[in-house]
C-alpha cells in the first residue's frame, strides 16, 4: 500500500475515534464485546401453535411478548410482519411443532427470516416439542433422515440456539451445527409421583430406548423398574408386546415414556400387566402427541392416572377425566432467563 494511501487510512481511523469520544462523552468506558453484553435487550416473540405456553413464559419472565402479524393467505402462503424493531436484540421464538405440524414449522421458519433480516443481535428458538424427531436413522433401505433435514434447515433460516424438551434420540443434538439445550421433563413428572407416593408401585417402560432414563426415574421414586419388550413393524405405525422383563404382580403400575402418539404402545402394555396381575396402572409421558385412535384408546383402558406435560396443547375434546397436564412454562422461562445472562442450565438441574 503507498505511504499516500496509509496515511489517509490512518487519518480516517482517527477520525471515526474521535467521533466515538464525543458520542460517548461523559458516560462510562465500556469496551466492545459479542458476549452477552452486546444485545440491548431480551425480546420474546410466539408464534400461533401454542400461545397458552407462550403466555406461561411471557408470565414467569415478566417479559411481555412482542407484536406481531401471523396471517394465512387464501393461497395458504403465510406471512410474518413485527410491530418493532430488534435490531441488537436477544430473541426467543417460541413455537412447539404441533398439528398442524408442516404448517408450524413452515410458519417458524418464516418468523426465524423475517427476525433474521431485522437484525437481531441472537435469536434462539424455543421449540418444546420437535417433529419429526422418530426420522433420526436409515433404518430402512432408502429412507430419509428427516430430523437431521429440519435441523438444517432451521439453521439456514437464521435459528443461532435452540431449546428443546426430551428429544426422542440423543443424536438429534449432533444433528445441529449451533448450540442449545436439551431440556427434560423427568424432574416435573417424577416430583409429581413422589407427592403422590403409590404404594407397592413399579416403574415400567414400554421402550428399552428408554431403559436408562426409566431407571433415573425409578431411583428417584426409590421404586424399582420393570422392562417390556415390544417390537414394531415395518412401517413403524404398529408395535406388539413380547414379555416383561421385572415383577409387576400385585404391583401399581407406572408407565415412562417420553410420547404418547396413537397410544398403541400404552394399549399393549396396559393389556399385557393386567395379564401379568399389575392392579392400578397410570402412564405418563412428555409428549401429548395424541393422534389418531389415540384418545379413544385412552378412554377405553383401565388407566388410573394419564399425566403428560403442555409441550403439546391438548384440546378441550382430548381433555380425558382421568388426564392431568403439568406445565413446562416456568422451565422453559427459567432457561431462557439463564441463556440470556449467560449462566449455567446444566447448574438448574445440579448438573
Known amino acids: ?72 393467505f387464501p393461497n395458504e402462503n403465510i406471512f410474518v410482519q413485527l410491530h418493532e424493531s430488534v435490531r441488537g436484540q436477544d430473541v426467543y421464538l417460541i413455537q412447539t411443532m404441533s398439528p398442524p405440524v408442516n404448517d408450524n414449522i413452515m410458519e417458524l421458519l418464516i418468523a426465524l427470516d423475517c427476525l433474521r433480516r431485522d437484525s437481531a443481535g441472537r435469536i434462539t428458538v424455543v421449540v418444546p416439542y420437535f417433529a419429526y424427531a422418530r426420522s433420526d436413522k436409515k433404518d430402512q433401505p432408502r429412507v430419509p433422515i428427516t430430523a ?19 428429544l426422542h434420540a440423543g443424536q438429534i443434538q449432533g444433528f445441529f451445527s449451533v448450540p442449545g439445550d436439551e431440556l427434560t421433563a423427568f424432574h416435573l413428572l417424577s416430583d409429581y409421583f413422589v407427592t403422590r407416593d403409590i404404594p407397592d408401585s413399579v416403574v415400567v417402560t414400554n421402550d428399552l430406548g428408554f431403559a436408562k432414563k426409566a431407571r433415573n426415574f425409578a431411583s428417584k ?66 409428549h401429548a402427541a395424541f393422534c389418531g385412535p389415540a384418545v ?46 449467560g449462566r449455567s442450565v446444566g447448574a438448574l438441574f445440579n448438573e
Open 1 to 72: 500500500m503507498p505511504a499516500s494511501s496509509a496515511s489517509m487510512q490512518r487519518i480516517h481511523v482517527l477520525e471515526i475515534e474521535s467521533m466515538l469520544r464525543v458520542e460517548y462523552a461523559g458516560q462510562p468506558t465500556r469496551p466492545f464485546s459479542f458476549h452477552n453484553e452486546m444485545y440491548s435487550g431480551i425480546k420474546l416473540f410466539s408464534g400461533t401453535s401454542h400461545p397458552t405456553l407462550a403466555s406461561e413464559i411471557s408470565a414467569y419472565l415478566g417479559v411481555p411478548l412482542s407484536g406481531r402479524d401471523i396471517l394465512k
Open 296 to 341: 379413544e384408546r385412552l378412554r377405553s383402558l383401565p388407566i388410573k392416572e394419564i399425566v403428560v406435560t403442555n409441550t403439546i396443547p391438548v384440546p378441550p375434546d382430548q381433555m380425558l377425566p382421568n388426564l392431568k397436564v403439568l406445565s413446562v412454562g416456568p422451565l422453559l422461562g427459567e432457561v431462557i432467563r439463564r441463556v440470556h445472562e
Open 221 to 286: 421414586l426409590k421404586r424399582p423398574l420393570a422392562l417390556v419388550e415390544k417390537r414394531r413393524t415395518k412401517n413403524d405405525a404398529r408395535s406388539e408386546v413380547l414379555s416383561v422383563i421385572g415383577e409387576v404382580e400385585g404391583q401399581n403400575c407406572i408407565i415412562v415414556d417420553d410420547e404418547i402418539s396413537t397410544a398403541g404402545s400404552v394399549q399393549n402394555t396396559v393389556n399385557l400387566l393386567r395379564t401379568q396381575g399389575a392392579k392400578d396402572i397410570y402412564v405418563c409421558a412428555t
Open 148 to 166: 437431521r433435514l429440519l435441523a438444517d434447515i432451521l439453521t439456514t433460516a437464521g435459528a443461532d440456539r435452540y431449546i428443546m424438551v426430551d
